[in-house]
């Protein structure tokens, strides 16, 4: 009874930005679940048709979908044809988005609007678009890929936050809308993994290395597998009756006003 509560076999799951990195290992675990993965990126063809043969060579079922998810079309082209061509799509993981990392009296408003329309506006297209059959079959779940910049601010990355910050509000009024279709939507908050992106800074000296491992209750970076069991409990039945929540997977960083760890 409890394994089965888990079970993903036979769902189908669109997880956005899953050619790599964290959207990759949130993929991974659902995929291993049983669920099978459209993955979906935009950078080129290539990357997601080595994604795909990644997925498969770990066991997972995948598909692969080149599309832009802040271009309403593509996003609405791209749907009907994984509706038809692989099926309804019963889990959504909205987790693709960028960073720009400028101090905001520098910052271009077109760079500031373009960290917004990903982060926070392609959720909204992505979810309004698949969301409509999943009203209609009364049945579904939503994961919006928040940050601890949901809660918190940091320096030059004001316009992540705002969109990641809006990105936690979008995500109660889609739960406020759409729990009464038995439809389930909630957040994860990743905090500092150790990714191929944050290698560079992750060695003993580096001032942010040696931040993020005084600051952290875990004494540790994130290992991006950890992920996967927030993913794997947000997509199945073992949910569905949480709704408008943000599981924050970040070793405690945010139940803490900051104490080193290395401090009695």
Not at 72 to 100: C, F, R, S, W
Request: net charge neutral; with cysteine.
């Amino acid at each position: 009874m409890s394994i089965e509560l888990f079970n993903l076999k036979g769902k189908i799951a669109l997880v956005t930005g899953s050619t790599h990195g964290l959207g990759m290992a949130m993929a991974k675990g659902l995929g291993k679940a049983g669920a099978t993965i459209v993955v979906n990126g935009n950078s080129s063809q290539q990357k997601i048709d080595d994604a795909v043969a990644h997925y498969k060579n770990e066991g997972i079922n995948a598909v692969g979908y080149k599309f832009n998810v802040a271009d309403e079309t593509q996003v609405i082209n791209a749907i009907n044809a994984i509706q038809n061509e692989v099926g309804p799509i019963d889990i959504l993981v909205n987790n693709a988005g960028i960073i720009k990392r400028t101090p905001l009296e520098e910052m271009e408003v077109a760079d500031f609007k373009q960290v917004i329309d990903i982060d926070l506006v392609s959720p909204f297209i992505v979810s309004k678009h698949v969301v409509k059959d999943m009203i209609a079959r009364k049945q579904g779940k939503i994961i919006n890929i928040c940050s601890m910049m949901s809660e918190l601010g940091r320096n030059t990355v004001g316009a992540y936050a705002a969109a990641k910050g809006g990105l936690k509000m979008l995500t109660q009024n889609m739960a406020t809308e759409w729990a009464k279709h038995n439809i389930q939507t909630n957040g994860i908050g990743p905090g500092y993994f150790a990714t191929s992106q944050t290698a560079p800074i992750r060695v003993d000296g580096h001032p942010f290395n040696d931040f993020i491992v005084n600051r952290t209750p875990a004494a540790k970076w994130g290992d991006p597998d950890d992920l996967a069991g927030a993913a794997i409990f947000l997509a199945s039945k073992a949910s569905d009756f949480v709704n408008g929540h943000v599981v924050y997977v970040d070793g405690g960083i945010l139940a803490t006003i900051g104490k080193p760890s290395n401090e009695d």
